[in-house]
């Protein structure tokens, strides 16, 4: 029987405790997602730092380009990683502290910071934040084999990113509203509050992980992937490239919205003072309600699910269009559709990498779980960031160059459409991509079968593939 401190694919379904352990440190990762996302980039390093919307476009577009470098680079070290600590772990441990020293200068910028300190300092920040980030989601997805059972990892772990983001939003509002007595904090003191939260929760919530959750023991026979084996990756493994290509254009679509929703919700709709209400009711409506999709997975299928989520967050952005000045309670109605759909999109897209790693191990007889979610998290990264500068760069068409000052009727339509039928659009082909995606239960089981075969014969020389079952895979990818 594995050890306390590790364990193997063959392990059984996980407690909730060890789970909510496992996804701690996800809290803390994602709330700092969302000043990097939501805050910095239009409303913070613009309207605040006095950088030009083109300049601070191009400074987080140049970041994402610089991880499709370290991105696959930080998860193929963590693959070929050999250590008592644990392959995993071990980078983990280094990334905590690059990350919370690197956000503390991202976040407090000093006096007449240009785009060079804003460019130098998200790569910092982005180097050590994924040197947690995907180490911790490899380990995820190395923790169960079965089909189901990485669904409910995958919704423990995304669960615990809505958490943070829900946090995101309680901590500066109830230190700044609450014990303050600020009314309407400003970007400056919203960003802060939330950078302190993330200085204090993660070295934290990574201790409890690691004293809870098992690591992983190399499969017997195992081999360690030659460094050409990761980009290997991109040609052979069709149904990864396939859910990789589609979660891009999600995520730009969602990095999109993000540009425009500061914009929309302060100047357009006239409610800065409700800037953390906004953003509290899509931390409550992710949060609670990205459990549901667990089930949903299990009823429908991963690849269904995920579309049906995408679907939702089309609905929630069409709605925003309509809403007028002034109108909180409709807003938050549309921010909750938008919590709940996004619950589905965070969560699906994991668990069925990690199927497609059983796929790739099949054809290639070379286990790449970390090369593999490395790949994921550029595209997420890339995605998002390509977003605020497709985004932005949508907007300035209609007029807006910055600030309330400049803002005309035009401009609030340009606005408006960026956080709404853009978004939308860009959500029609992920969702045609995916409906009939090649790898549903029945077929990972059928892989799965054959990995665990070839496993117990302890990596035997010569056995690379079982044609049968890629075969049966590779006419569906």
């Known amino acids: 029987m594995p050890s306390a401190t590790e364990t193997s694919l063959s392990t059984p379904r996980l407690s909730a405790l060890r789970l909510v352990a496992y996804a701690s440190p996800t809290v803390a990762l994602q709330a700092m997602m969302v000043p990097l996302l939501l ?22 577009l140049v970041g994402r380009a610089f991880e499709a470098v370290t991105d696959p680079l930080i998860g193929a070290i963590s693959d070929r990683t050999v250590s008592r600590f644990g392959r995993r772990r071990l980078w983990m441990v280094v990334g905590t502290p690059a990350a919370i020293i690197a956000a503390g200068y991202l976040l407090t910028p000093v006096h007449g910071a240009n785009g060079f300190y804003l460019i130098g300092w998200l790569l910092a920040f982005y ?4 040197l947690v980030f995907i180490p911790h989601q490899t380990w995820g997805s190395e923790l169960a084999g079965d089909y189901h059972e990485r669904t409910r990892i995958a919704g423990f772990r995304e669960t615990g990113a809505f958490v943070g983001y829900l946090l995101a939003a309680l901590v500066p509002l109830i230190y700044w509203k609450v014990f303050r007595g600020v ?4 970007f400056l003191q919203i960003v802060q509050a ?8 993660l070295p934290l919530t990574t201790v409890f992980c690691f004293v809870m959750v098992p690591s992983v023991a190399r499969t017997a026979g195992e081999s360690i992937p030659s460094w050409k084996e990761l980009y290997a990756i991109l040609g052979r493994n069709r149904p990864f490239v396939r859910l990789a290509s589609a979660y891009l254009i999600d995520r730009i679509s969602m990095g999109t919205y993000f540009a425009a929703q500061p914009l929309l919700i302060g100047l357009a709709l006239n409610l800065q003072a409700d800037v953390l209400w906004v953003a509290l009711a899509t931390g409550v409506s992710s949060a609670v309600l990205a459990p549901v999709w667990v089930p949903i997975g299990r009823r429908i299928g991963k690849h269904r699910a995920y579309c049906l989520a995408n679907g939702i967050t089309m609905l929630g ?5 309509y809403a007028v000045p002034g109108q909180l309670p409709y807003v938050l109605v549309c921010q909750s559709m938008l919590g709940l759909g996004n619950g589905g999109t965070m969560i699906m897209p994991p668990a069925m990498t990690a199927d497609t790693v059983d796929y790739d191990e099949l054809k290639s007889g070379v286990q790449q779980m970390g090369g593999h979610m490395a790949f994921l998290s550029f595209v997420f990264k890339g995605g998002m960031a390509c977003g605020p500068f497709v985004g932005l760069g949508f907007i300035s068409l209609f007029g807006y160059s910055g600030g309330a000052a400049t803002l005309t009727p035009q401009g609030a339509l340009g606005i408006r459409l960026c956080a709404s039928w853009l978004p939308v659009l860009l959500l029609v082909p992920p969702i045609i991509m ?44």
Do not use: C, K
């Open 39 to 60: 805050y910095l980039p239009p409303a913070y390093y613009s309207a605040t730092v006095g950088l030009s919307l083109a300049m601070v476009g191009l400074a987080f």
């Open 127 to 130: 180097v050590g934040w994924t």
């Open 183 to 186: 009314e309407a904090p400003s």
């Open 194 to 201: 939330i950078g302190a939260f993330f200085a204090i929760a």
């Open 317 to 321: 952005y069409a709605m925003l269009f």
């Open 434 to 477: 995916m409906w009939r995606f090649p790898i549903g239960a029945q077929r990972q089981r059928i892989i799965r079968r054959w990995l665990d075969r070839r496993h117990a014969r302890e990596g035997l020389p010569g056995v690379t593939s079982e044609p049968v079952a890629v075969a049966l895979m590779a006419r569906n990818s």
